[in-house]
Nanobody, 118 residues
Framework: QVQLVESGGGLVQAGGSLRLSCFAPGSVARSAIMAWYRQAPGKQRELVASVTSGGITKLADSVEGRFTVSRDNAKNTLVLQMNSLRPEDTAVYYC????????????WGQGTQVTVSS
C-alpha cells in the first residue's frame, strides 16, 4: 500500500503563514502530477494547487497570489507555502499523486488540518 506522508498543518491566526509538505515514494512521484486538495466541513474536496513532473504549476483562483506550490523531484517532496491565510482557508488538506497515462494511479495522503482563526 502506497502511503503519502503529510506534515505542517496547524492553527494560525488570519494573516499568518503555514508550510505543508508531502513525501511520496519515488515509484509514485516520478512522472506523476502531485497536488494539494482541501475539504472544508460540509463542502466538496477542491483542488488547491498542482505541479506536473515537468514543473508546471497551477493554483486555484482563491489562493492565487497567497499560496505557492513547488516540488523537489530529487526528494519526492511537494510543498505548499501558504501566506496571508484567511479563515476560509480552514480545511483538511490532502496530498495527491496521480498518473494519467498507463499505468494510471492515484494515491492520497491521510490529510492534515489547517485552521485559521479570525
Amino acid at each position: 500500500q502506497v502511503q503519502l506522508v503529510e506534515s505542517g498543518g496547524g492553527l494560525v491566526q488570519a494573516g499568518g503563514s503555514l508550510r505543508l509538505s508531502c513525501f511520496a515514494p519515488g515509484s509514485v512521484a516520478r512522472s506523476a502530477i502531485m497536488a494539494w486538495y482541501r475539504q472544508a466541513p460540509g463542502k466538496q474536496r477542491e483542488l488547491v494547487a498542482s505541479v506536473t513532473s515537468g514543473g508546471i504549476t497551477k493554483l486555484a483562483d482563491s489562493v492565487e497570489g497567497r499560496f505557492t506550490v513547488s516540488r523537489d523531484n530529487a526528494k519526492n517532496t511537494l510543498v505548499l507555502q501558504m501566506n496571508s491565510l484567511r479563515p476560509e482557508d480552514t480545511a483538511v488538506y490532502y496530498c495527491n499523486t496521480k498518473r494519467v497515462v498507463t499505468p494510471t494511479f492515484s494515491y492520497w495522503g491521510q490529510g492534515t488540518q489547517v485552521t485559521v482563526s479570525s
